[in-house]
């Protein structure tokens, strides 16, 4: 059996269709980025790259166009652009060989956060308790914090809301649901998980049409789970109970294509599902240079090169962000005391993959320098 497509499209430009398109490279597949607003991944010499009038009508004529050329993959890079391909699904895969994602019913119980959350505890897997709005009066916060955050992913639009936060004072979780309020926002409120060994997880697992999955589990060491932020520095950490249970997740949703699955382990050894992006994500080339090759697992299975895993050693690292999360004044890990400066430094220059550099297409990371002078 030979690849399935010739060439693929990344709808989406952003640091995770970066690391998409560079994998393409590796592969040897042809690689157009469309988008309507320019990212990291509109500065690689890689891609052909479209950016467009955001109405759906010119971006569909721009990718029919595309898919005309050739047997075509077509992936996306974020929620947004999942939702999108919901949308317009239908036309998408009379157009496309291929659509690298699962169908619409899979794709609603992964893109909404209390949904996901009924459907694990429909489905007995593990995640933090949802608390209606009735629930909330009679809870002493103090005693049981709560995680605030937006019901649907905001990555992208220009919202003052952080991605989670959690919450122990009744005043402040009043502020922050009438800021969700104020912006039409629904939030999903669940009881906390974090304690001082809170460990995070992020696996990326690739099922395809056969049913079979690849899972590499990897732990987000910075920010601290306190920081209820995005994954800055992220290590390959193989753990066979926790990718057991994302397989296990991956085959009840009847995911396709590539994921990522986000866990906590409390206590050592609870392991709570947070919630499942059915996409790539930001750290997806520590995937696929650490020997996980996603794409042709999902596209060509028979060419998949098992052998070629490691589920050890590989460290992505986002050095100015870290640098935030390690060193702010306000709220930095080693003002907290959860880092030593020798441990930082050794993490730092330990690291082998990065979101930006790459001494076969510059442009992104010399963008990123000069867009901080």
């Not at 010499?45 to 050329?69: T, Y």
């Not at 395809?208 to 590499?216: F, I, K, M, T």
């Not at 800055?232 to 949703?253: F, M």
Request: hydrophobic share 40%; aromatic share 8%.
């Amino acid at each position: 059996m030979g690849r399935s497509v010739e060439q693929l499209v990344v709808l989406g430009s952003s640091l995770t269709a970066l690391a998409v398109v560079r994998h393409c490279k590796s592969l040897r597949l042809p690689c157009a980025v469309v988008d309507s607003q320019e990212g990291p991944a509109t500065h690689s010499n890689i891609p052909r790259v479209f950016v467009e009038k955001p109405a759906d009508d010119e971006i569909l004529s721009r990718l029919k166009e595309i898919a005309s050329e050739a047997p075509t993959g077509l992936i996306a890079d974020s929620d947004s652009w999942l939702r999108w391909i919901g949308q317009h699904r239908s036309i998408l895969e009379n157009s496309f060989s291929v659509v690298i994602h699962p169908t619409n019913d899979t794709l609603d119980k992964c893109l909404n956060k209390t949904g996901f959350l009924r459907w694990c505890a429909a489905n007995d897997v593990r995640s933090p308790k949802i608390y209606e709005p009735s629930e909330l009066d009679g809870l002493d916060l103090s005693q049981r914090p709560v995680i605030v955050r937006p019901e649907v992913t905001q990555h992208g639009r220009a919202v003052d809301i952080p991605k989670a936060e959690e919450i122990s004072d009744r005043s402040a979780l009043e502020d922050l649901l009438q800021s969700y309020d104020a912006l039409g926002l629904t939030p999903t409120i669940t009881e906390s998980l974090l304690r001082p060994d809170t460990r995070q997880y992020s696996v990326g697992v690739a099922r395809n049409s056969r049913g079979e999955v690849r899972a590499l589990v990897a732990e987000k060491l910075r920010p601290s789970a306190r920081q209820c932020s995005t994954g800055t520095y992220v290590v390959a950490s193989p753990d066979p109970e926790v990718a057991a249970q994302c397989i296990r997740i991956a085959h009840e949703l009847d995911l396709l294509g590539i994921a990522e699955i986000e866990m906590l382990q409390i206590d050592k050894r609870y392991l709570y599902a947070i919630e499942v992006n059915p996409r790539p994500w930001a750290q997806y080339a520590l995937a696929w240079k650490s020997g996980f090759d996603f794409l042709t697992f999902v596209l060509d299975p028979d060419a998949y090169r098992q052998g070629e895993e490691r589920r050890s050693g590989g460290r992505w690292l986002s050095f100015w962000e870290d640098l935030y999360a390690v060193w702010s004044r306000s709220e930095g890990m080693l003002k907290g005391g959860e880092i030593s400066i020798a441990a930082y430094v050794r993490s730092v220059l330990g690291s082998n993959v990065f979101p930006y550099w790459s001494i076969s297409d510059l442009g992104p990371w010399v963008h990123q320098l000069q867009s901080r002078h």
